[in-house]
């Protein structure tokens, strides 16, 4: 078995950048910028155009044409390239051996190898000098520069050793002028032709990881540096103009956009933001952000009932909204806080009034609009926060029972350990570390009610869930008992205790099915009745702590993730294991589509969400009981198109162009009875044309005209055409072309047709009838021959009669050869009769006919019969 059975990769969701800088491409054509970043084994391109991009990935460069088409691979390298610059016809790439090579792009041969010795000078920074022909610029750890002409590999000049590591080179927009960021955080604008430095500037902020200069008219040059701070310098008065926080992490881009007060930052914390620089005092404010999780996500679960919206709570302490439809409807909640509004007006890296992250949540739909939606769990403390969907933002108010108020929310030692919203959006039920079973108003805050003596648990509250209705509440708890509770009244005792066999870990429920699954701490899930009370099936396969478990929409599938990094899918009603595959990475944290479409997981270390596509629902997919000893198949977490094609053709063949115009043929198989495609009104009134044509006839006679035209003969049917028989044309003594009549033809079209053709084939006849309108399929069959008993009329319609033959026999066309069979017998039935060499035929003809409909006949009365007993069940 390869790979999941149900199950295949789609995309990720909230990926935005990572450490690797994005790259920037102006197009003067279009007058817009082309934004590349890197999110690992994949990239992103924003407004793609038809310039190649070039991505190193290992010892191997590839390039690609509208981010989409891979048409170029350049192998050669020994080491990991860590440096590329595109110049023109040509690639320069450096690995981390220090060898420099130059490619043509075209041929992809290498058209020029530099090895240079590291230890002396280890490059770190490249660019291109503008006007500087067939020059590269270098920088060094070492903090030395070096100018390379690249087409006869000579080292044209060294510049003096700086006293710390080159970081970043910058092109300034004046001629000769390159700027130097130093890992010291000093900024060197230093004139290459005369080996000068023109200004020096120092941030205290550490290393320089980006420089940029705007190009709208102001003499502004910004830099940024590890700890996310960015830096505006005004170079005519050699100051700074602002300074403002990014990112929370290192900025890895740093760029201005052309002719524009736009400038473009990314970093590692997964955000990629675009500032513009109006504000009074020359600043910048944010104009607009694309970011997902800072940290792997804890928690994701689908919102609504749409299946377009997916929660995710993060180890940032955020809370995000991510579209399954478009990523420009990815929403931010914010960042827990105990103080909200003291957190925005610090804007600082560090936030001290930032909460612990959250560890779950639980959401409904039903008052979106009113109130607060979703309740939020925090690891290591006692409040529950809330959140509104609709708003976008965290809530005012903070969870907590009267019993644990006034006490130090981190060492009093209780915490959150399940809560669940109850259908109708008014309630939040909170289970504690403590064993306390407590319920709150969402919309108030006010505490309603406890359950239990208190406490509701011995231990800690595992799991807690409410019906549609708000008549029961289950807990379960690390005890190992399930308890059902009234909702409302008699909250001190429990309705019913069932004992399960190993302590509790988790619940998820499936409320419209009235399902619980419950993980225990053996590994094994039971799924328990919510109105029976009963343990209805058991699964036991992982080999690890489960982590999360969802039901299919349908209430028919249970999908498991456990920290044995296996996915596991239970089919509910036959208790069978149906797939599963094993993830490089623990899976944290899934969530099945409302829609059925897409299954989404959390994997540890990894900041995105990951969509897997259900099969069956777009193809047949036979699903078979799999031995739960049988090990799990190993997948990645990305789509790999193929493993084993190295070249770029071969890799073309993988993405050619479907034809999906199919062309269904004439006929499946000569075993099932075809229709022919003509429409019914062809066929179905044959046997009423007296009565249609009385009813369609004229009130007024038609008149003659005074000069009738001279006209052609022309052939009946559905296309247009004149019947000119050339073999019995004469030229005149004008040269006009002159029918000559030799004999009186007795016999219509279709006579001559049944005359001429093999006794023994007759699709010619047969194409002539089908494409005749309905009033000459009933001109040429009542006039197939003269109304005699001449050999010629009888073996004329003796002909016709093995044309039905023919149609019934080749299943094809059966309900035109029906009614022409019904038209021929109304109007030549009493000579058949009469005629024995007719009769011998129609005995034929009555066998073939009833073969063919007893088929039909069998299966219709099948079909009414099945319908008529389900009509008259009662259930």
Same mark, same amino acid.
């Given at each position: ?21 994005? *790259?920037?491409? $102006? ?46 691979? *350049? ?11 595109? &110049?023109? @016809? ?155 926080? =990014? ?53 994701? #679960? $689908? ?107 981190? /060492? ?38 406890? *359950? ?14 409410? /019906? ?9 708890? =690390? ?27 988790? &619940? ?52 498991? =993730? ?42 540890? /270390?990894? @900041? ?9 629902? &777009? ?29 770029? %053709? ?11 115009? $199919? ?18 009104? #062809? ?17 007024? =006679? ?52 049944? @005359? ?105 009365? $099948? ?5 008529? %007993? ?6």
């Amino acid at each position: 078995m390869r790979g999941s059975v149900i199950f295949q990769p789609n995309r990720s969701l909230g990926y935005v950048s990572n450490h690797i800088p994005a *790259y920037v491409r $102006y197009v003067e054509k279009r007058n817009e910028n082309v934004i590349t970043t890197c999110i690992g084994k994949s990239f992103h391109v924003y407004a793609a155009n038809g310039f190649l991009t070039y991505v190193a990935a290992g010892c191997t460069i590839y390039g690609w044409r509208s981010s989409n088409q891979l048409r170029k691979i *350049y192998r050669g390298h020994e080491k990991r390239v860590h440096l590329l610059l595109p &110049f023109g @016809k040509h690639l320069l790439s450096i690995d981390e051996a220090n060898l420099m090579k130059i490619w043509f792009v075209g041929t992809q041969e290498v058209y020029l190898e530099v090895p240079l010795n590291k230890e002396q000078f280890d490059v770190s920074a490249l660019m291109h000098p503008a006007s500087y022909k067939n020059k590269v610029l270098l920088g060094s750890t070492q903090g030395g520069l070096q100018l390379w002409n690249i087409k006869s590999a000579k080292l044209v000049h060294s510049f003096k050793n700086m006293d710390s590591p080159v970081s970043v080179l910058e092109q300034a927009p004046a001629i000769d002028v390159a700027a130097v960021g130093l890992k010291n955080g000093r900024i060197i604008l230093i004139n290459l032709k005369y080996e000068q430095n023109i200004i020096e500037l120092s941030q205290d902020w550490g290393s320089v990881t980006g420089i940029a200069f705007r190009t709208d008219g102001h003499p502004i040059m910004i830099t940024s540096s590890v700890n996310g701070q960015v830096t505006s310098w005004n170079l005519e008065e050699h100051v700074i103009m602002s300074t403002f926080q =990014a990112h929370d992490d290192s900025v890895t881009t740093l760029k201005c956009f052309a002719n524009e007060p736009l400038l473009l930052t990314t970093s590692p914390d997964n955000s990629m933001k675009l500032w513009i620089f109006d504000l009074p005092d020359g600043g910048a404010r944010l104009l607009r952000i694309r970011e997902g999780h800072g940290a792997p996500p804890t928690c994701i #679960r $689908y919102h609504g009932s749409s299946g377009k919206f997916i929660l995710s709570a993060g180890e940032d302490s955020s809370l995000r909204i991510f579209s399954t439809v478009s990523e420009t409807l990815n929403k931010s909640l914010g960042k827990a806080s105990y103080n909200r509004k003291a957190s925005k007006k610090l804007r600082k890296k560090v936030d001290p009034f930032q909460m612990p992250p959250i560890c779950f949540f639980t959401s409904e739909t039903t008052r979106d609009k009113e109130w607060d939606s979703i309740a939020a769990a925090h690891y290591g403390i006692i409040q529950v926060t809330t959140w509104s969907f609709d708003k976008c933002r965290m809530g005012e108010l903070k969870l907590v029972p009267e019993m644990f108020r006034n006490k130090n929310r981190t /060492d009093f030692g209780v915490s959150v350990t399940a809560l669940c919203l109850s259908h109708c959006g008014n309630f939040v039920i909170i289970g504690y570390s403590s064993g306390h079973l407590e319920r709150f108003n969402i919309q108030s805050g006010i505490h309603r009610a406890s *359950y239990g003596k208190p406490p509701a648990h011995e231990s800690n509250v595992r799991g807690v869930t409410i /019906d549609n209705l708000n008549q029961f509440i289950v807990s379960g708890g =690390a005890d190992g008992f399930m308890k059902w509770w009234h909702f409302k009244h008699n909250v001190n005792q429990a309705v019913f205790c069932l004992q399960l066999s190993e302590p509790i870990l988790l &619940f998820n429920t499936h409320r419209e099915g009235a399902m619980i699954s419950v993980a225990l701490e053996d590994f094994s899930i039971s799924i328990v009745d919510f109105d029976s009370r009963v343990i209805v099936r058991t699964f036991q396969s992982h080999k690890g702590p489960i982590t999360d478990m969802c039901f299919s929409p349908d209430n028919r599938w249970l999908v498991s =993730a456990s920290k044995d990094c296996t996915i596991k899918v239970w089919d509910i009603p036959s208790s069978y294991l149906i797939d599963h595959f094993r993830m490089p990475q623990i899976c944290t944290s899934l969530s099945f589509s409302p829609s059925g479409d897409f299954l989404a997981m959390a994997f540890v /270390d990894c @900041k995105g969400i990951y969509l897997w596509a259900n099969k069956t629902l &777009f193809s047949h997919v036979s699903l078979r009981s799999i031995n739960t000893t049988t090990e799990a198949p190993l997948m990645d977490l990305c789509a790999v198109v193929s493993q084993e094609k190295d070249t770029v %053709s071969e890799l073309g063949e993988l993405i050619e162009t479907i034809d999906l115009n $199919y062309e269904s043929p004439p006929q499946l198989s000569k075993d099932l009875i075809t229709m022919s495609d003509s429409v019914a009104s #062809r066929w179905q009134n044959l046997l009423n044309l007296d009565v249609i044509k009385k009813r369609n006839r004229p009130r007024v =006679a038609p008149q003659k005209p005074k000069a009738a035209p001279f006209f052609l003969p022309t052939v009946s049917g559905l296309e247009f055409s004149f019947d000119v028989n050339k073999d019995q044309q004469t030229t005149g003594d004008d040269g006009s072309q002159l029918s000559k009549v030799t004999r009186i033809e007795q016999l219509s079209s279709l006579g001559k047709l049944l @005359k001429t053709c093999d006794k023994h084939n007759f699709l010619e006849p047969v194409e002539f009838l089908s494409n005749l309108g309905p009033s000459m399929v009933d001109y040429e069959i009542s006039n197939i021959c003269p109304m005699d008993d001449s050999s010629e009329s009888i073996s004329t319609l003796v002909s016709f009669m093995n044309l039905i033959i023919f149609v019934l026999e080749s299943n094809e066309k059966f309900e035109l050869g029906q009614s022409w069979l019904s038209l021929f017998l109304k109007h030549h039935g009493r000579i058949v009769v009469k005629q024995p060499a007719l009769k011998t035929t129609l005995v034929q003809l009555e066998q073939v006919q009833a073969k063919g409909w007893k088929v039909l006949e069998e299966k219709l009365l $099948y079909g009414i019969g099945v319908v008529s %007993s389900l009509r008259n069940f009662n259930v």
